[in-house]
């Protein structure tokens, strides 16, 4: 069904709009530079697909696997992920703006130069994700594993991490990335290490 309507927006020049894709297995497809409007994808699977560019509004994603897909330069607007699975996801230079992620996995997946505005991660898993030069203060995270996270070049001030795991993380030798980032006292052991400072 969705290579149709694909096919047909590509023909028509028009946006996918008001659709429900559900429990739909897709290989290779390329899904970029489309716009996705209200749009719905249930327990679909998508392999080597390409959504580089695409725009979506106020559209979820449940309970679908899209690892190692490419979403670079994605915009996403009042949006959902929920209990999906993005490892190794390409997320390089994507943009969100009041959208809402949760228990979701993205490890190892490539978030750098990034910018989030009013989004939350709640209960999800971006264990050796990257980060790196993104921008981030407005992003609200909860129960969120950021083990061994790349925040090079990204500011962490007023974000707040205290009920997350952060062990691990990679920032710059000056540590500017960890000036004004909230945490609770017990995982300031954890930043130690950052600082050669070994505990005894």
């Not at 069904?1 to 008001?18: G, I, S, V």
Request: charged share 25%; hydrophobic share 35%; aromatic share 10%.
């Amino acid at each position: 069904m969705l290579e149709q309507q694909l096919h047909r927006a590509r023909t028509e020049e028009r946006d996918l709009e008001d659709l429900v894709v559900e429990q739909e297995q897709l290989a290779g497809l390329d899904l970029s530079r489309l716009e996705y409007i209200r749009v719905r994808f249930h327990k679909c699977r998508f392999t080597r697909c390409d959504f580089s560019r695409a725009v979506f509004y106020e559209s979820i994603f449940e309970g679908c696997d899209f690892s190692n897909c490419s979403f670079l330069d994605t915009v996403w607007n009042k949006s959902q992920v929920n209990g999906c699975k993005g490892d190794g996801g390409k997320f390089i230079g994507s943009r969100w703006k009041d959208c809402v992620v949760t228990d979701s996995t993205f490890r190892y997946g490539n978030f750098s130069k990034s910018q989030w505005s009013r989004s939350t991660l709640t209960g999800c898993d971006l264990q050796e994700a990257a980060l790196a030069e993104a921008r981030v203060a407005g992003l609200e995270a909860h129960s969120t594993s950021f083990l061994g996270v790349d925040f090079f070049r990204t500011s962490l001030k007023g974000v707040d991490l205290s009920d997350c795991q952060i062990q691990g993380i990679t920032v710059s030798e000056s540590l500017q990335e960890l000036r004004g980032l909230r945490i609770n006292p017990g995982q300031a052991v954890d930043l130690v290490p950052l600082m050669g400072i070994q505990l005894l």
